[in-house]
């Protein structure tokens, strides 16, 4: 089993920049294919992105292509998302999630992951 923390929500403004991060405790985490999904107040859950165990291969929501960036490193068990260029509309709560596999390219649905975080809060004000 795996155990997900996620850090480093918080409040910014419009065009400013943040890194979430995903630590992860429990079984091999090189094995583990991790997603970042969102979800707004009164809206459902959102695929925002994810990367592949090997860190090789990565998929994006349209609605954050070329403003997010995922990467993981497997020393430190942890996956980031970089978040450049925030606008108002990424104000959500932000969970990651995880799943043993060793295929491409990482999932994108929900139900694709087994472990899931607590999430963290991220406000952007206009």
């Known amino acids: 089993q795996v155990q997900l923390v996620e850090s480093g929500g918080g409040l910014v403004q419009a065009g400013g920049s943040l890194r979430l991060s995903c630590a992860a405790s429990g079984r091999t985490f090189s094995s583990y294919a991790v997603g970042w999904f969102r979800q707004a107040p009164g809206k459902e859950r959102e695929f925002v992105a994810a990367i592949a165990w090997s860190g090789s291969s990565t998929s994006y929501a349209d609605s954050v292509k070329g403003r997010f960036t995922i990467s993981r490193d497997n020393a430190k068990r942890t996956v980031y998302l970089q978040m450049n260029s925030l606008k108002p509309e990424d104000t959500a709560v932000y969970y990651c999630?995880?799943?043993?596999?060793?295929?491409?390219?990482?999932?994108?649905?929900?139900?694709?992951?087994?472990?899931w975080g607590q999430g963290t809060q991220v406000t952007v004000s206009s």
């Open positions: 999630a995880a799943v043993e596999r060793r295929r491409l390219p990482p999932g994108t649905r929900e139900y694709e992951y087994d472990y």
